[in-house]
């Protein structure tokens, strides 16, 4: 049977499988959530927006005929992986996750663990620091019981409403960044405390790099729980799964 993927995207992970996938001359669509303004261009077919909820996904799954997704997704967008979970354990298409593991901390880091967004809100329950918080412009509101701070924001896109804190600046840049710029960004900014999710991958790695030269410590934000599920941990794995090469009908 030929295949057509759905990719569930929003990463760089899905944006380099979708080179693959285009390169191989498999069929395939893209899917973004919508977030972003100017998502980054795909060599494959894209569609934006959510589904409708694991209904909505897999009724999508059997009326476009889609033989394997790949969630390709942020480790942190948990909703929709266990979405694609269901959905597609329903529609009775396979289901491949394109991941990363988590970072681990390293000599010289200093992080602390928080388990979710309200625990980094919690744990900035404290004197008025200098902090570079990197969560996203969705979760900034979340951050207003804290507006004792100063905090620097880096953003894919600008805020939607201005921040719920007065002492900020913004920075718009989508990255990768160098964490020798990182390093001189901190310092210039007088940054004194680091926010990140665990994200892990390479593309955000530079500030826990940066923070780790510098001595500076870090409120690291842990992982959601995701159900079980066959994961990959490069393009190439997936592709094999894919069965990319062999005599399977590609
Ligand atoms: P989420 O909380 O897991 O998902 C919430 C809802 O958004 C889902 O139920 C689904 O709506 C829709 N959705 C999410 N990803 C989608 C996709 N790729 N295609 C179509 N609909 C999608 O997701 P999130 O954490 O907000 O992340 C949204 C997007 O941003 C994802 O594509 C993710 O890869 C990307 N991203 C997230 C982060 C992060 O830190 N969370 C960082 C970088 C990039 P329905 O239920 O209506 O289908």
Known sequence: MTRNLLILGGTTEATALGGAVAEAG???????AGRVERPKR??????IGGFGGVEGLRDYLVSHQITHVVDATHPFAAQMSGNAKTACAEAGV??????????????????????????????????????????GRMHLNDFAPNPQHFYLLRLVDPP??????????????RGPFSTADDRALMEAYGIDLIVSKNAGGTGAYAKIEAARELGLP??????????????????????AWLGHGTDLGV
């Open 26 to 32: 498999l069929r395939g669509t893209v899917s973004f």
């Open 42 to 47: 795909q060599p494959l077919p894209q569609r």
């Open 94 to 135: 396979p289901l491949i996750a394109l991941t990363r593991a988590p970072w681990g901390a390293q000599t010289g880091d200093s992080w602390t663990h928080v388990p979710d967004i309200a625990g980094a809100v919690a744990a900035l329950d404290r004197p008025a620091a200098r902090i570079m918080l990197a969560v």
């Open 160 to 173: 939607q409403s201005p921040p719920p804190f007065p002492d900020h600046h913004v920075l718009v840049s």
């Open 218 to 239: 870090v409120i690291m934000i842990d992982r959601p729980a995701i159900p079980d599920r066959a994961e990959a941990y490069s393009v190439d794995e997936v592709m």
